[in-house]
C-alpha cells in the first residue's frame, strides 16, 4: 500500500487562507468517507483536526475544513494563525483493511 | 478523560527483544480498537496494525506483518507492542492510537499517547 501524496510544503500569511491536497486511488480516498487530518508540532504527538472527510471533533477551530473530490481530500485552513504552523498529515482506510497516511506536508506561516 | 500513557523510552542492541505498552484510562477499554503507528525519526507515519481490546482481533500493515507483535490485556487495560529481534531500522517514535467507534482501522485515531522512543545501536 503506497503512501497518499501530499505536498512537501506549503505556506501563507497571516490571516490568508490555504489548502493542503491529499491525492490517492480509488481503493482508498475515492472508494471510502474515512479520510482525516492530523496536525503535529514539533516534538509532539499528532493531533485529530477531522474526520470522516470534514467532521471536526469538539475543540478543533472552524477554520479548519476537510472535504473530498474523486480521489483527491482537502484540508482547508482560514484565517492563518502562526500557531498553525506544523506538519499535517492526512490518513485514509483502504479496500485492504487497512490505513494509510499520506507522506506530510510542512505548513509555514510566514 | 480520555488517556493512553505508554512505556518510557528504550535503548536496546540489534537482536534483543522488547515490548512497549500503553495503558489507556477514562473510557470503556474494551470497546475501542487500539493501534500502533511508528515515525521514524525526520519522517512521516506509518500505521502498523490495530488489535481490538474486547476480543484480540488483531489486523496488521502488510509492511509490518511478521515483523512485530500487537496484543492486549484487557484486565489491565494495556496493550502491547512487541519485536522479537530489533534492528537499527526500527528505531523511531512509536505511538499507540485509540480510534474511534467503527471498523477496523476505518475510523480516525482521536486519542493518541505521548510516544515511546526505541534506538537499536550497538
Known amino acids: 500500500q503506497s503512501a497518499l501524496t501530499q505536498p512537501a510544503s506549503v505556506s501563507g500569511s497571516p490571516g490568508q487562507s490555504i489548502t493542503i491536497s491529499c491525492t490517492g486511488t480509488?481503493?482508498?480516498?475515492?472508494?471510502?468517507?474515512?479520510v482525516s487530518w492530523y496536525q503535529q508540532h514539533p516534538g509532539k504527538a499528532p493531533k485529530l483536526m477531522i474526520y470522516?472527510?470534514?467532521n471536526r471533533p469538539s475543540g478543533v477551530s472552524n477554520r479548519f475544513s476537510g472535504s473530498k473530490s474523486g480521489n483527491t481530500a482537502s484540508l482547508t485552513i482560514s484565517g492563518l494563525q502562526t500557531e498553525d504552523e506544523a506538519d499535517y498529515y492526512c490518513?485514509?482506510?483502504?479496500?485492504?483493511?487497512?490505513?494509510?497516511f499520506g507522506g506530510g506536508t510542512k505548513l509555514t506561516v510566514l | 478523560e480520555v488517556q493512553l500513557v505508554q512505556s518510557g523510552a528504550e535503548v536496546k542492541e540489534p537482536g534483543e527483544s522488547l515490548k512497549i505498552s500503553c495503558k489507556g484510562s477514562?473510557?470503556?477499554?474494551?470497546?475501542?480498537?487500539i493501534g500502533w503507528v511508528r515515525q521514524m525519526p525526520g519522517k512521516g507515519l506509518e500505521w502498523m496494525g490495530i488489535?481490538?481490546?474486547?476480543?484480540?482481533?488483531?489486523r496488521y500493515s502488510p509492511s509490518f506483518q511478521g515483523q512485530v507483535t500487537i496484543s492486549a490485556d484487557k484486565s489491565i487495560s494495556t496493550a502491547y507492542l512487541r519485536w522479537r529481534g530489533l534492528k537499527a531500522s526500527d528505531t523511531a517514535m512509536y505511538y499507540c492510537?485509540?480510534?474511534?467507534?467503527?471498523?477496523?482501522?476505518?475510523?480516525?485515531?482521536?486519542?493518541w499517547g505521548q510516544g515511546t522512543l526505541v534506538t537499536v545501536s550497538s
Open positions: 492510537v485509540r480510534q474511534r467507534l467503527g471498523i477496523a482501522a476505518a475510523g480516525a485515531n482521536d486519542y
Open positions: 477514562g473510557y470503556i477499554f474494551t470497546s475501542y480498537w
Open positions: 488489535i481490538y481490546p474486547g476480543d484480540s482481533d488483531t
Open positions: 480509488s481503493s482508498d480516498v475515492g472508494g471510502y468517507n474515512y
Open positions: 470522516d472527510v470534514s
Open positions: 490518513s485514509s482506510y483502504t479496500s485492504s483493511s487497512t490505513l494509510v
